[in-house]
């Protein structure tokens, strides 16, 4: 049975830095991209970083050069390291996986991924 678990998340001061992990079981990575999103009470879900089969990292939007995205194959495990953490960076993050048939570069969207972690909450506050 394919399963994501999320850790790493806590409560973090401003400018301060968290690791997530997305642990997969039941499956391994190799052959899918992964995902992550986040999600902040009342807002939309978005994505904030994926990385593609061939290993290629893509981070959007506001979190380019503070995320960064990486895989370990021996662990069937993806990392987001977070840096320079903002209070608008709370949230709970969820790693999520689709099948990557190898098209294109760009981060899939949130409706293409069919399974999901249960999500790890991200707190940054003084």
């Known amino acids: 049975q394919l399963q994501l678990v999320e850790s790493g998340g806590g409560l973090v001061q401003p400018g301060g830095s968290l690791r997530l992990s997305c642990a997969a079981s039941g499956f391994t990575l190799d052959s899918f991209a992964i995902g992550w999103f986040r999600q902040a009470p009342g807002k939309e879900r978005e994505g904030v970083s994926c990385i593609r089969r061939s290993g290629t990292p893509n981070s959007e939007g506001s979190v380019k050069g503070r995320f960064t995205i990486s895989r370990d194959g021996a662990k069937n495990t993806v990392y987001l390291q977070i840096n320079s953490l903002k209070p608008e960076d709370t949230a709970v993050y969820y790693c999520?996986?689709?099948?990557?048939?190898?098209?294109?570069?760009?981060?899939?969207?949130?409706?293409?991924?069919?399974?999901w972690g249960q999500g790890t909450q991200v707190t940054v506050s003084s």
């Open positions: 999520a996986v689709v099948f990557d048939y190898g098209l294109g570069y760009d981060c899939p969207r949130a409706s293409e991924y069919p399974s």
